[in-house]
């Protein structure tokens, strides 16, 4: 079983930036890739970021791109979101997500183990 535990959301203005950190215990770090999905009220869950168990693979969704930053500190056990020039479509509950193989995807059935979730509110 993994536990997953994120921190880092908030209130930012637009352009501003934040950063996500999910800390992750019960399992070996580097076997887990690991997601980053969001929810917006009124919409179904999507997919925002991956990276692979050994942090050497990467891929974000493209409304992301050249704003969000996906990493990893394997000797935290640790994955972090940066997230940078926010917009109100940002708004949602992010989450934070493990796969027991160090392999990414960025389909949300492939994730088995999900964090509480940590609200990213972005005003204009």
């Known amino acids: 079983q993994v536990q997953l535990v994120e921190s880092g959301g908030g209130l930012v203005q637009a352009g501003g930036s934040l950063r996500l950190s999910c800390a992750a215990s019960g399992r070996t770090f580097n076997t887990l890739a690991m997601g980053w999905f969001r929810q917006a009220p009124g919409k179904e869950r999507e997919f925002v970021a991956t990276?692979?168990?050994?942090?050497?693979?990467?891929y974000l969704t493209d409304s992301v791109k050249g704003r969000f930053t996906i990493s990893r500190d394997n000797a935290k056990n640790t994955v972090y979101l940066q997230m940078n020039s926010l917009k109100p479509e940002d708004t949602a509950v992010y989450y934070c997500?493990?796969?027991?193989?160090?392999?990414?995807?960025?389909?949300?059935?492939?994730?088995?183990?999900w964090g509480q979730g940590t609200q990213v509110t972005v005003s204009s």
């Open positions: 990276i692979g168990g050994s942090g050497g693979t990467t």
């Open positions: 997500a493990a796969r027991a193989t160090p392999y990414t995807s960025d389909s949300y059935s492939s994730y088995p183990y």
